[in-house]
């Protein structure tokens, strides 16, 4: 299992033969797959709570001293988001020692994510930089990921490359 802890709504596989259900009280359908070097194993989230979803996003991405995925298959961009403000975090935290206030936004969701970077700076304050020097790219699902992606590409602030991304037409 790639995601640490016992929740209820990380599924880690060694194979591609489909997600195990989880608890049909779970509200939200966000999914995310990220993919292990050298190895089949993956991980897909779905039907959880802002919160829930949150603390495992950031699992799926923390796989220990050394660790993480070397490629993200983003649905939505939140991986690509986490990792982003997660860097730009630790920047500001290395100038001036300021970390992540979650009460700077009325935006419910992007407060829980400032607390998951506070949390994370305070026990590695290079958490996600690790991440972003790991990571060969990024692939995005969505039209709306894929446009953003490219947007960031152009202006420079993407800090990992576009890799195989999906245009959905319909």
């Known amino acids: 299992m790639v995601c640490r802890g016992k929740h209820p709504s990380c599924i880690g596989s060694k194979s591609s033969a489909g997600n195990q259900a989880t608890s049909s009280s779970m509200a939200r359908f966000r999914p995310l797959h ?6 089949g194993e993956f991980i897909s989230l779905f039907r959880e709570t802002l919160q829930e979803y949150w603390w495992c996003t950031e699992r799926s991405l923390d796989w220990g001293p050394g660790g993480g995925p070397d490629l993200i298959v983003d649905d939505g961009g939140d991986a690509t ?25 009325d935006n419910a ?53 576009i890799r ?6 319909r």
């Open 81 to 105: 988001m986490l990792i982003h403000e997660g860097v730009k975090a630790e920047e500001e935290f290395a100038k001036s020692g300021k970390l992540p206030d979650p009460t700077s936004t």
């Open 34 to 39: 990220l993919l292990r070097r050298d190895s």
């Open 164 to 169: 195989g991304n999906h245009r959905r037409r």
């Open 109 to 161: 969701e992007f407060q829980i994510v400032l607390s998951i970077i506070k949390e994370g700076l305070q026990s590695d304050p290079l958490k996600y930089h690790k991440m972003k020097e790991r990571l060969v790219g990024v692939s995005e699902e969505t039209t709306t990921g894929v446009k953003r992606l490219y947007q960031m590409q152009a202006n420079g602030s993407l800090l990992f490359p």
